[in-house]
């Protein structure tokens, strides 16, 4: 297998990693890598910060190892490998009936990647997390083939399941899809006009897919406006959508500063009437609003950005406001911010979700957002809540362990899965979630 030595980096453009890649096509050539040169995986690298990645070592890339191995009808059981893009399963089942039960907001993560951080969706309240509908995990370790299951090496399959890929390489997954009308969307928007609006509206909301986009530049009265999304799947077919766009160069300094972000999310706020309004658009839009614009993260300019994402326990909401309001307050935020309610459906031992709020904010790569966002860590932590490592770039090891209360479960199936570190990445070595050399 050939190796290349490249550059790659995460999602938000703001950490990169020198080393060699290889990209095998075939499972016989995957498993002879697995056995001679172990490393860890990279999906399409739709992870924000450093968990795909490995400075000064190999890296597998799996996006070639994407073919749909086998269908049944009778149960909706897909198995596939682990490079095929959620977005192209979903978009080529849901017509014939079949959607995955989880789809995070791009439908470029593969299913590796949503298995590897256990991925939720805007219907996590409703259906749990991604790993809750995963079947059986074919796993390569050095180079031997083992099945995992929640019946079979239940503990590997709990490590496996939002494990950073620190258990092996997934080759292949078996997913229970769920039945659906078709491939379109009934969808519901309404404005919210603050903080405690927003929150008596997730919590008595009871569409199957609720979320919220948030004003994160609004302050005063004003403090936590947004719209709130509902939407539930119905029948009928999309016509083929739109050519997706692209950001052809970075986009400059100013382009996302103070005044242009507060000017476009006022408009974006009015955007939706006063009486709210109900639209019917192929599922691809509400899924994933963002994938139609090819390389969106260039509009952050060469530093890139930060998306800090954490979840606080239901009790803790008045905590997430005083985020919010230091957020508002710092003038740092960027449009893009997200607001939704979680139930507590998780399926391994280092998985994100919890029962409570969830709220996920983008920030220019700047010093004072750094600062803000390990403000925010540490003011999650105090919640009781945990940050996401999906999207994590910047935070210390100090919390984690507190955050993750499973860890040592989920260490101690890696340590025995991997006793050489060969699969540990520079988000592992960051947040010292492995002692590795
Ligand atoms: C616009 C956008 C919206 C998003 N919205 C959501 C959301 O709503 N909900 C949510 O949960 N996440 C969301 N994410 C995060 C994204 O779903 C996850 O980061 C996902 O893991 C990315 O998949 P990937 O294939 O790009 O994996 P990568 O980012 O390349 O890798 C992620 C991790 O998976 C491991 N991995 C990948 N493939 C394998 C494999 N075959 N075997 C073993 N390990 C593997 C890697 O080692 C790494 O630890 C979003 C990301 C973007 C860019």
Redesign the pocket.
Known sequence: MRWKKTEYW??GRALRARGEVARPERASALTTLSAESPA?????????GD??LNDGGRAID??R?DRVIGFDPETGIVEVE??V?IGDLGISFAARGWIPPVM???G???????????????NHHVVGS?GQHVEEITLLQNGRRKTVSPQRNADLFRATVGG???T????SAKIRMMPCKGDMMVLTERRIDGWDEFIAALDSARSEYTVGWIDATARGAALGRGILEEGEITSGISPSGGRAREVPFNAPNWALSAPVVRAFNAAYFRRVPAGGRTTVKPITAPF?P??KIHNW?RLYGKRGFHQFQCVVPIDQSDQLRRMLERIANSGLASPLA?LKRMGNGRAGYMS?PMEGYTLAVDFPNRAAAVLLIAELEQMTADAGGRI????DALAGPDNMREMYPEHDKWLRAVQKADPDGK?A?D?VRRLKLRETS
């Open positions: 995460g999602w860890p995986a990279i999906g399409n690298l739709r992870s924000y968990a795909a799996m996006t190892m682990s490079g893009n995070p907001g791009t470029f993560a593969t299913i590796g990647g949503c298995i590897a951080n256990d991925v939720h969706g805007k991604f950073l890929g620190q092996g390489l997934i080759a994933f963002l994938d993260n997200v994100f996401y490592f999906a999207k699969l990445t988000l």
